[in-house]
């Protein structure tokens, strides 16, 4: 849940997840070679549009959440590791 680099995927899965990681931290950095990374693991147009559009939202979700004080749902461990913590874990060696 908290480093998918850890988790085993395939070199498409982990692409996928680097092109999320990046558009998440550091979308002004987003070029033509991400799509390009994306492609090249065998995303079709389509299928990197979806991607981008699920980043986006779940982004979206988060940033109103945060900013309206929604709690973290239980699931995510934020009783174990502390908010804080847990927050600062999801973009290690990112932005």
């Known amino acids: 849940m908290i480093d998918y680099r850890q988790a ?3 070199d498409a899965d982990t692409a ?5 990681v990046k558009l998440t931290m550091q979308p002004g950095a987003m070029g033509q070679q991400d799509v390009d990374s994306l492609r090249q693991h065998g995303f079709s ?3 990197i ?3 981008g559009q699920v980043v986006a939202y779940f982004n979206y979700i988060n940033r109103i959440a945060d900013g309206l ?3 973290d749902e239980p ?6 590791i502390g908010r804080e913590d847990w927050h600062a ?3 290690h060696g990112y932005g």
Not at 16 to 20: D, N, R, V
Not at 75 to 80: A, D, I, K, L, S
Request: hydrophobic share 40%.
């Open 45 to 47: 147009d389509e299928a």
């Open 69 to 71: 004080g929604v709690d």
């Open 8 to 10: 085993g995927f395939d």
């Open 49 to 51: 549009v979806i991607a």
């Open 16 to 20: 996928l997840c680097e092109f999320a």
């Open 89 to 91: 874990r999801k973009g």
């Open 75 to 80: 699931w995510m461990g934020t009783e174990t």
